[in-house]
């Protein structure tokens, strides 16, 4: 009786892809340090704001902290990509964090110590955006070093489940922690987290900047340009359609500034229906990280990119439509899911498309444009729904978007033929 060998059977994935996270230790101890740091910081982010109104009682006050954060990111993020591209990325990971943990001590002493000083509390937010813009490009560099190209899909949708889950576990846990315990414990708990974070820059090995010859330079290497790195973007169209592209959402089709008034004009509702609405596109957003197993079998970025922020800019033009909230929310989180497939694909072409010695500058741009993006949109929407209606702002912003990046498409056709398999920046 001859046997018979039966076909493979191949399984479609649904859940994400945790391969990254098997393949590479370094990689491994890398997310869980980032995840657990997020988490860190988006408690923290919320217990400052909480004690910022508790000692002035003023809005006006808490919101110069975003301010405080915003210019450092913009300022310090270019450069932080030119020193990445410069010095070896480990180290520079490893100092910036020490820089951030350094701060949430600080942040816990004063606490501890019964300092209530709005000035100290607006300088440390400062400076942790200092340590973020400065460590962000080199963490972000590392990632294309430490796994192979096929499974840098699988990473960023990892990654963006890491930032996702900061945005929605860390202010709910912040807020539980300073109701039960203070200030004090809050701030506790985030130093401590970032301990996770240090531990895995402290295993990783050195990651000197290849140069494009493939050797590395060490000391004698000049420092990088900040404007070589502009130049090689503006000569470079596929790179520089992610960055367009995500402008076209990030600026046009950007409701979250009219989130309080469309909870109440709307849907006749409050500030927990407001507090829905913020958490609706994190929840799609880390939904469409948790059920990311289908994106490793795409090859053309380019194009599900160009699909992605056009979806996201209908879902929000049809959030604009509605006047049922349950309606309204299910839009905005297929917006975020959106959102986290046109990152995926964007940071994997970043990561796969750019030499190793530009990645840093490359990543501080991305780091100018997710800082900014959505402050233009905001800024940009309630003007709009000012000098019109909230509809008009919100049902105009998603249909600008669909149509700027289908203008976008036209003009430069060759990035909907990009192909992972032969990535050209």
């Known amino acids: 009786m001859t046997e018979t060998t039966e076909p493979p059977v191949h399984r479609t994935r649904i859940f994400a892809d945790l391969t990254p996270l098997r393949s590479s230790p370094d990689y491994r101890r890398l997310w869980f340090g980032n995840t657990v740091s997020w988490i860190g910081q988006g408690m923290t982010a919320l217990a400052v704001s909480l004690q910022v109104y508790d000692i002035t009682g003023s809005a006006f006050s808490v919101g110069l902290i975003g301010f405080c954060s915003l210019v450092p990111l913009v300022v310090f993020g270019l450069y932080g990509g030119a020193v990445a591209d410069t010095v070896d990325r480990r180290k520079l990971g490893l100092f910036s964090a020490a820089g951030s943990f350094s701060l949430a001590l ?51 949708a990892l990654s963006s489940m890491t930032s996702t889950t900061g945005a929605l576990v860390g202010p709910m846990l912040g807020g539980l922690i300073v109701g039960w315990w203070g200030y004090r414990a809050a701030y506790t708990v985030d130093a401590l987290t970032f301990t996770a974070s240090l531990y895995a820059m402290w295993r990783l090995p050195s990651m000197l900047p290849d140069r494009e010859d493939g050797r590395e330079d ?25 960055f367009l592209t995500d402008l076209c959402a990030m600026v046009l089709a950007h409701p979250r500034a009219l989130f309080p008034v469309v909870a109440i004009v709307w849907y006749g509702g409050d500030a927990r229906t407001t507090g829905m609405l913020v958490a609706a596109p994190a929840l799609g957003a880390l939904l469409g990280g948790v059920f990311s197993g289908w994106l490793g079998r795409v090859r053309l970025h380019g194009l599900a990119v160009l699909l992605a922020v056009g979806s996201w800019g209908a879902a929000i033009a049809v959030f604009g439509l509605t006047r049922h909230l349950w309606l309204g929310l299910l839009f905005l989180a297929l917006a975020g899911c959106a959102d986290t497939v046109s990152m995926v694909f964007r940071n994997t072409m970043l ?75």
């Open 351 to 425: 990561q796969a498309a750019v030499p190793d010695e530009m990645r840093g500058r490359l990543q501080g741009v991305f780091i100018v444009v997710v800082a900014g993006g959505p402050r233009l949109g905001d800024f940009l929407a309630g003007s709009v729904a000012d000098l019109t209606s909230p509809a008009v702002a919100v049902v105009g912003g998603g249909a600008a978007c669909v149509v700027a990046v289908s203008l976008l498409a036209l003009k430069w056709r060759g990035f909907a033929r990009y192909d992972a398999r032969d990535p050209q920046p």
């Open 106 to 156: 600080v942040l816990m002493a004063a606490t501890f110590a019964g300092v209530e000083n709005v000035g100290l509390l607006y300088a440390i937010v400062a400076l942790q955006a200092v340590c973020f813009a400065l460590n962000a490009p080199a963490r972000s560099s590392m990632v294309a070093r430490l796994l192979p190209p096929e499974q840098l899909p699988a990473a960023n």
């Open 218 to 242: 060490g000391g004698a290497r000049k420092r990088a340009s900040v404007l070589d790195g502009l130049r090689f973007l503006g000569g470079r169209p596929n790179l520089r359609m992610t």
